[in-house]
């Protein structure tokens, strides 16, 4: 299968049938065999039918849960990953979703340098996040001492001393920056489109 449209395939009717099944059969949270698109992607995809869908998802979740009950080994079939109420991607468990810069002054003059340098040099991957994701205190705070010092290599100039963050919530304070991007859009294209 080459361009799977994730809707088309939860609503078909052969969405179990084997070695298609629109679900990985041993962890929900991997690709399923047929989807030829990456990790990231397939979770995106996933999350955004879950968000628009609910009711759907339902369905397909008891259909997949009901499938493992009949299993005799244990299979993962909780979802890691989820979308909150503004349609922004996050981790089951985790809290800390959002990349803060702190300066004295006046931060929004440095927002869109930030953010280039960040969609430039991809410093703050998916992959990344999820290592990010699986450290302790001390290894997130030593994490984050790498990640400013890369930021300031690749080219983020600035005269003031700052410290960047992960922390839970936005303010108007602070330049915050999402790490998993709002991308909930209709299905209108095949996943590879995304």
Same mark, same amino acid.
């Given at each position: 299968?080459?361009?799977?449209?994730?809707?088309e395939?939860?609503?078909s009717?052969?969405?179990w049938?084997?070695?298609? +099944? !629109?679900?990985?059969? +041993?962890?929900i949270?991997?690709?399923? !065999?047929?989807?030829?698109g990456?990790?990231?992607?397939?979770?995106?995809?996933?999350?955004?039918? &879950?968000?628009l869908?609910?009711?759907?998802?339902?369905?397909v979740?008891?259909?997949?849960?009901?499938?493992?009950?009949?299993?005799?080994?244990?299979?993962?079939?909780? @979802?890691?990953?989820?979308?909150?109420?503004?349609? $922004?991607?996050?981790?089951?468990?985790?809290?800390?979703?959002?990349?803060?810069?702190?300066?004295?002054?006046?931060?929004?003059? *440095?927002?869109?340098?930030?953010? $280039?340098?960040?969609?430039?040099?991809?410093?703050?991957?998916?992959?990344?996040?999820l290592? *990010? !994701?699986?450290?302790n205190?001390?290894?997130? #705070?030593? *994490?984050?001492?790498?990640?400013?010092?890369?930021?300031t290599?690749?080219?983020f100039? #600035?005269?003031?001393?700052?410290?960047?963050?992960?922390e839970?919530?936005y303010? &108007?304070?602070? &330049?915050? @920056?999402?790490?998993?991007?709002?991308?909930?859009?209709? *299905?209108?294209?095949?996943?590879?489109?995304?």
């Open positions: 299968m080459t361009k799977i449209n994730i809707e395939w939860f609503f009717s052969k969405r049938e084997k070695e298609h +099944e !629109c679900l990985n059969m +041993e962890n949270n991997e690709k399923p !065999c047929a989807y030829e990456s990790l990231e992607d397939w979770i995106k995809e996933m999350t955004t039918f &879950i968000f869908y609910p009711k759907e998802w339902n369905r979740l008891s259909e997949y849960k009901a499938i493992h009950s009949k299993r005799k080994q244990q299979k993962c079939n909780e @979802l890691d990953f989820y979308r909150d109420e503004e349609g $922004y991607l996050r981790k089951v468990g985790e809290k800390d979703n959002l990349l803060r810069f702190h300066f004295k002054s006046d931060s929004f003059r *440095y927002k869109n340098q930030i953010a $280039y340098v960040m969609e430039e040099t991809k410093i703050l991957s998916f992959d990344e996040y290592k *990010y !994701c699986r450290l205190g001390k290894e997130r #705070t030593l *994490y984050l001492q790498r990640l400013k010092d890369k930021l290599k690749e080219g100039q #600035t005269q003031e001393a700052f410290q960047i963050s992960f839970t919530d303010d &108007i304070v602070n &330049i915050g @920056l999402h790490f998993f991007l709002k991308n909930v859009r209709p *299905y209108a294209a095949s996943c590879s489109e995304a």
